[in-house]
């Protein structure tokens, strides 16, 4: 009898974490398991903001996938997905097509811009390492410029983040870290550098805690960040943006325009014919597509709702991870003939939002609000938990947030 064929898209938390089960739950004589993915390393998403800002060394965010998977058991495609088609059971890559007999598509997000104009072409965006790199070069270089003018530059100091979601929170606190280094690396006084940080709704973090919402801002405006809130960017150029509250407009010159306001699922997931809201697929209880019983989703690409709120749940990591160990269980099941799979709903541990490297605020363990440092040990220990689930102790060691108190 022939061996099924198990093919996963995308080697992001969701992709990780169901290839790594499927490793642990199949032998190699019940199943072909491949994983495509574009890098032969996956990343930690929630550190780009970190690298981006130049706080962090995007190395210690990659992992290598040799380091988590064992190649004898899995087979790795080292390629870029350009099309599924679910009808064929086919998978085509840049360099060749493959067949499944089950697929998982974990492709995660893109940046979503909502139709502003000019965004795509003149904002840069934390979607990879690639991206976070160039955001670090660039402010460094904008900073390294300043002092070659004979004439004042400011909108080569002047920062803006677009969103003031979770990305947007971290990104600006850890810039708010990285700056008075940058002034003192390159000359540069520090009153004369500005970040802004922009939110078209009327609060930042929305849907946090408001008491916790309000020692964020505090301890960031503390620190120089200046918030823009109920303010619509309506337009970004090569000068920087164009921004309307309350019926008037002002434009804020700057070189360095990040935006972190949105995402959406990945548009190969669309373009393939699958039934999408906002490029997500509204996943069935067990994860599987509503019209393809051998497709799984998982991680951005998948939007599930919350019964009780009727809201959809917010795609995290955790969520993601979550995902990925009830796939590799469904797909054992539905090999063994069963009928009834195992329906997923997430064990949500809590939520920590980083202002820094000892700063943070959460809520944890059924509502016990965080602030300061025991958010930000709880961050760290979020992280670790998560790599020990990836990659057991050795993976901690090498690539672990150990020092919890910096």
């Known amino acids: ?73 899995v087979n790795f495609v080292q390629d870029s997905v350009v099309s599924i088609d ?24 893109e940046s979503a811009t909502f139709g502003i104009k000019g965004l795509e072409e003149h ?17 460094e270089y904008n900073f390294a410029q300043y002092n ?29 870290n990285r700056v008075p280094e940058l002034c003192q690396e ?30 964020a801002m505090n301890r960031l405006e503390e620190k120089g960040v200046e918030f823009r809130l109920g303010t619509m960017i309506k337009e970004c150029s090569p000068e920087g943006i164009l921004v309307e509250k309350d019926d008037e407009q002002e434009t804020i010159k700057s070189n360095n325009v990040i935006w972190a306001a949105g995402v959406r699922g990945n548009s190969i997931v669309e373009e393939s014919g699958f039934e999408v809201n906002r490029g997500r697929v509204p996943v069935r209880d067990d994860l599987r597509t509503p019209d393809y019983d ?32 009830t796939v590799a269980t469904n797909i054992k099941l539905l090999m063994n003939g069963a009928k009834e799979l195992e329906s997923f709903t997430p064990d949500l541990k809590g939520t920590v939002a980083s202002l820094g490297h000892t700063d943070a605020i959460g809520v944890v363990f059924d509502d016990k609000k965080l602030f300061g440092r025991s958010a930000s040990i709880m961050k760290k220990v979020i992280d670790n938990r998560y790599l020990m689930q990836l990659g057991g102790p050795a993976l901690v060691l090498k690539k672990g947030k150990l020092d919890m108190y910096h």
């Not at 499927?22 to 190699?28: A, E, P, V």
């Not at 679910?86 to 997000?109: A, I, T």
């Not at 003031?164 to 990104?171: D, H, Q, R, V």
């Not at 749940?313 to 979550?322: E, K, L, R």
Request: charged residues 25%.
């Open 1 to 73: 009898m022939q061996k099924p064929n198990i093919v996963v898209l995308g080697a992001g938390y969701g992709g990780m974490m169901t290839t790594v089960n499927l490793q642990k739950k199949l032998n190699t004589h019940d199943a072909n398991i491949t994983l495509v993915n574009k890098h032969d390393y996956h990343y930690q998403t929630t550190w780009l903001h970190e690298n981006a800002a130049g706080t962090l060394h995007h190395d210690r965010t990659r992992i290598q996938i040799k380091d988590v998977l064992d190649f004898s058991r």
């Open 86 to 109: 679910p009808k064929q059971k086919k998978v085509k890559l840049e360099d060749g097509e493959l067949d499944y007999d089950y697929l998982v598509v974990g492709l995660g997000f």
């Open 123 to 139: 904002a840069f965006m934390i979607n990879n390492i690639n991206s976070a790199r160039l955001i670090r070069d660039h402010i």
């Open 148 to 176: 070659n003018y004979k004439e004042d530059r400011p909108e080569l100091l002047t920062i803006i983040v677009g969103g003031a979601g979770f990305t947007g929170i971290e990104f600006v606190a850890e810039l708010a």
């Open 186 to 215: 390159y000359d540069v006084d520090p009153s004369k550098v500005r970040v802004i940080n922009v939110e078209a709704g009327p609060t930042a973090l929305a849907g946090f805690d408001p008491e916790l919402v309000e020692y």
């Open 294 to 325: 051998d497709v799984f989703v998982v991680g951005d690409c998948a939007v599930l709702f919350n019964k009780e709120t009727e809201r959809p749940y917010p795609p995290t990591a955790q969520i993601a991870t979550q995902m990925g160990s």
